[in-house]
């Protein structure tokens, strides 16, 4: 294919497949609730379970970021963060293949115009309503624009042994 034939396929495929996506996944986005429960919901599943990976990018706006965040072996708080593509190249070359279900426990959430942000207290287990491994909380800010929300940056951080949830965390 020349290049110009690929320039104008690739305009095609983005023009024809964003109302597609939006068909597909356009409930997702409707609301505050609707994109907390999407997020949760697929990146959850069986190790046999392919995630949609499709549906995690359409929640998130162009240049979110994932930000993970951990103490190192020396005390100190190191951080990665990805782009949601660079996150499924990730979690495909190193968490393929194995269960990860993700539950919320408890959230505040604050808004004010087209911005919001939810402070989620998460809890993991590799069994689908299994034993819990590890809980943290995401800190995800959250954009309201073209009639959809959009995940800004998802920023978490594990619950350690040094460092427990509050309890104001973990209320119903």
Avoid at 34 to 46: E, H, K, N, P, Y
Avoid at 72 to 93: C, F, H, L, R, T
Avoid at 112 to 127: P, Q
């Amino acid at each position: 294919m020349t290049k110009l034939v690929k320039i104008i396929f690739l305009l095609i495929t983005v023009f024809y497949a964003n109302p597609l996506f939006a068909q597909k996944y356009g409930k997702d986005v409707e609301s505050i609730e609707s994109i907390m429960a999407a997020l949760t919901d697929v990146i959850s599943g069986s190790a046999d379970q392919e995630r949609d990976w499709e549906r995690f990018e359409y929640l998130f706006s162009e240049d979110a970021k994932l930000i993970p965040t951990q103490v190192s072996d020396k005390g100190e708080v190191i951080y990665n963060y990805w782009s949601p593509q660079e996150y499924i190249a990730m979690y495909k070359e190193n968490r393929g293949g194995t269960a990860f279900y993700e539950q919320e426990l408890f959230r505040i959430t604050e808004s004010f115009g087209n911005i919001a942000h939810c402070f989620s207290t998460y809890a993991v287990s590799t069994e689908e309503n299994g034993e819990i491994e590890r809980r943290g909380i995401n800190s995800i800010q959250l954009l309201r624009g073209s009639n959809r929300w959009y995940i800004m940056n998802v920023f978490w951080s594990n619950e350690t042994e040094e460092e427990k949830l509050p309890p104001q965390y973990l209320k119903k």
